[in-house]
């Protein structure tokens, strides 16, 4: 073969390589996790909802895998959040609910779900909540923060800092508050009380809805919020609008990455407090403000799916829609959430809510919608969100970095509807810490104090002094504790347990 032939036939194998190469890159399904906040096991039409319809969520159920023992991490939502993005349990980083200027708690030199994406090709991106910290605290909110979404693995980000009730109430855009004015610069406060925004406790007549005594803070769009703030005034958000912005610019973040593979973390802000519907969805339920949110927050999930199908990307995308942690009915804001509720049960036939550690605080509502490779049709596999780092990773065929997402396990099979095989043990972190083996569901005791804002506010938060099991197969709803009866189980699973915590 003379040097004239080698060198064409080595140009023609390097395109067709390359060639091979962009297909199968664009091959890779995209990715888009829905996270939703507060939602329960119960709050959508397929799991039983009343006196709200969720006909999007359902429609994805109809067409993917609707999943009835999938878990959060924990019945709170930093920690949940913080376990899905690192693959480690919230206790190993004393995880908490944070408050609207604390700094990141994840660690910028270790890889996470998004940074593992990055290297297999994905560009990501979040929209929405985020509440897990932001740069090294004393934020200084009129600059770019220099820790935060980008330094996790997020090429793009645009936020909610920490929750709807907490200051400050601006939507960060690749971590510079969007719409700031130079001249109304923005000081924030969770400890002494600075002059600017009126505060809820001297101005009640303000209020769009009254609020216990911790969210009488800094009053924006006549909402009562935890801490303080001044200035920023271009740059607040109204909170009546915030599902509409956060799925125009989901959408736009879809319509720009099309061509290519893409990781999307769209966490939405409904149906935490303060919930306040756009007219457009207030009465679409009979449940007042805590409905009308859910039918909010399904319009979003609906306009996801039309925009992957708009870019004719929904065959091939992985969507996983869950939440963070189990529903509340009261949670700081007064919008009649208990007295309304009626027939409808937000954690289903579990036991518990957000804070608590029974089941409803981490059972969530869970569905896998994938065309191309999902068949319709539900999964009793016991799977943890911890997991869908290891199981994705196996999913685009990427090596963990040495180190990362220690708690996590590869369950893709599962995940896809083509096993049934799930945790051997599945730890549930509340302000105690429960732990599943198959039906059996252990409790460790709480011997340290409660805070009693816990205690006054939530009559079932599962904690006791003594051990507590259940067998869920026969007691769903962990009425009747039978550690008594079972020495060997107990004795087994707190075994298991403390080799968590020292693992």
């Known amino acids: 073969m003379n040097s004239k032939f080698s060198i064409y036939f080595c140009v023609i194998f390097f395109f067709l390589g390359v060639n091979n190469t962009i297909f199968s890159q664009k091959e890779k399904p995209n990715i888009v996790i829905i996270y939703v906040d507060d939602l329960g096991f119960g709050d959508i039409g397929v799991n039983g909802a009343i006196g709200v319809k ?16 999938a878990h959060c991490s924990a019945a709170t939502c930093t920690p949940s959040r913080y376990s899905l993005l690192t693959g480690s349990y919230a206790f190993r980083n004393n995880a908490a609910i944070l408050e609207g200027d604390a700094p990141l708690i994840i660690d910028v030199k270790k890889e996470t779900l998004p940074k593992m994406l990055q290297k297999a090709g994905y560009k990501t991106g979040v929209v929405g909540k985020w509440h897990l910290g932001l740069g090294k605290g004393k934020i200084d909110w009129n600059k770019r923060i220099p820790l935060g979404p980008k330094e996790v693995g997020f090429d793009y980000s645009f936020l909610i800092p920490a929750t709807g009730d907490r200051v400050p109430t601006v939507f960060l855009e690749n971590q510079e508050v969007v719409n700031l004015d130079p001249n109304d610069p923005i000081s924030v406060s969770y400890g002494t009380r600075i002059e600017g925004y009126p505060w809820g406790f001297k101005h009640p007549e303000l209020l769009k809805q009254h609020t216990d005594p911790y969210h009488q803070g800094a009053v924006i769009n006549g909402i009562s919020r935890i801490g303080y703030m001044k200035g920023g005034k271009d740059a607040l958000w109204v909170d009546e609008k915030i599902p509409f912005v956060l799925s125009e610019t989901a959408n736009n973040f879809i319509e720009d990455n099309k061509e290519n593979p893409f990781f999307l973390y769209f966490s939405l802000h409904d149906i935490h407090q303060p919930r306040i519907a756009n007219i457009k969805f207030v009465e679409s339920s009979t449940m007042g403000p805590r409905g009308d949110v859910i039918a909010q927050m399904d319009w979003c999930v609906g306009q996801i799916t039309e925009s992957l199908k708009k870019q004719n990307l929904l065959e091939n995308t992985l969507i996983i829609f869950t939440s963070d942690n189990g529903p509340i009915l009261d949670d700081g804001y007064l919008d009649y959430a208990r007295e309304l509720v009626g027939n409808h049960k937000p954690g289903g036939i579990y036991r518990g809510s957000k804070y608590s550690v029974y089941e409803a605080g981490t059972r969530m509502p869970t569905i896998v919608h994938w065309p191309k490779e999902v068949k319709p049709g539900k999964s009793s596999a016991l799977l943890s969100q911890v997991d869908l780092y290891k199981s994705l990773a196996c999913l685009v065929k990427q090596d963990i970095a040495k180190g990362a997402a220690p708690d996590s396990q590869d369950f ?80 087994k699973m707190e075994k298991k347990l403390n080799e968590i915590f020292n693992q």
């Open 54 to 69: 969720t006909p999007n969520i359902d429609k994805l159920a109809k067409n993917g895998l609707n999943f009835t023992d």
């Open 412 to 491: 893709l099979k599962s995940w896809l509807g083509k096993s049934n095989k799930g945790r051997e043990f599945l730890l549930e972190e509340a302000y105690t810490y429960g732990l599943r083996m198959g039906n059996w569901k252990y409790i460790q005791p709480k011997n340290k104090p409660v805070p009693n804002w816990i205690v006054q506010k939530f009559v079932d938060p599962g904690f006791n002094k003594k051990v507590q099991l259940y067998n869920l197969d026969k007691d769903p709803s962990e009425s009747k504790n039978v550690y008594k009866d079972y020495p060997k189980i107990v004795k």
